[in-house]
């Protein structure tokens, strides 16, 4: 059984497109993120949900919207799809907030073109 | 706030040889720290963690860190590598108050035969 899941893996779309990706854990766990990987392999968090609640909103355009309808799901939503948009997005959990370790899903490789 | 710098962007290394990749932190605060791995088209998988107690920490596949407080360092090393340890290492470090997890720019270990 796959820990963490994200569908698509792989999703080229057009610039001004909209998009959504999803975002499944079965480990129970109480808090999950979304991070963006560039070309170069720097991480960084974009959004945290703990228990459904938004706890983390990292400087990000208004244009990515993360919904969580339970705690088992983070899906991220992207409007108006731009070039620099393009990178792979992870979907990753952990057990609380204390961060003590964080699950990774294999990630989605996003192309606008 | 806190910062993580990986000292090297690749470290080449040849099968069998040990090796070292340097991880330094700053934080005003106490510290949780980690050690991930991503293999090529994968999420990043945990490799150990220090939260508390021993300075030296084992992980998976026979890999362990040191945590130097006085140096604000958590290198990783591992006395024989193989070729199946060519992956991209990253480290990461959050306060023990929790919510967020910062991560390094990350190594690229190559290791060759």
């Known amino acids: 059984d796959t820990a963490v899941s994200q569908t698509p893996k792989y999703l080229v779309t057009q610039m001004g497109n909209d998009k959504s990706i999803k975002c499944e854990q079965n480990l129970g766990h109480d808090t999950m993120y979304w991070y963006k990987q560039d070309s170069k392999k720097f991480l960084k968090i974009m959004f945290s949900?703990?228990?459904?609640?938004?706890?983390i909103n990292e400087t990000v355009p208004n244009r990515f919207s993360p919904k969580s309808p339970d705690k088992a799901h983070l899906n991220l939503h992207i409007n108006s799809l731009e070039l620099g948009d393009s990178a792979v997005y992870f979907c990753?959990?952990?057990?609380?907030?204390?961060?003590?370790?964080?699950?990774f899903g294999q990630g989605t490789r996003l192309t606008v073109v | 706030a806190q910062s993580v710098t990986q000292l090297d962007s690749q470290v080449p290394v040849f099968e069998e040889a040990p090796v070292e990749l340097r991880c330094n932190y700053s934080?005003?605060?106490?510290?949780?720290l980690f050690w991930y791995v991503q293999y090529p088209n994968q999420g990043l998988q945990l490799l150990l963690k220090?939260?508390?107690?021993?300075?030296l920490v084992k992980g998976i596949n026979g890999f362990e860190a040191e945590f130097n407080k006085s140096q604000t360092s958590f290198h990783l090393r591992k006395p024989s590598v193989h070729i199946s340890d060519t992956a991209e290492y990253f480290c990461?470090?959050?306060?023990?108050?929790?919510?967020?997890?910062?991560f390094g720019a990350g190594t690229r270990l190559f290791v060759k035969a």
């Open positions: 220090y939260l508390s107690g021993s300075t």
């Open positions: 934080s005003s605060v106490s510290v949780y």
């Open positions: 990753a959990s952990s057990q609380d907030t204390m961060n003590t370790e964080a699950f």
């Open positions: 990461a470090v959050s306060n023990t108050g929790g919510f967020k997890t910062i």
């Open positions: 949900y703990n228990n459904k609640e938004l706890i």
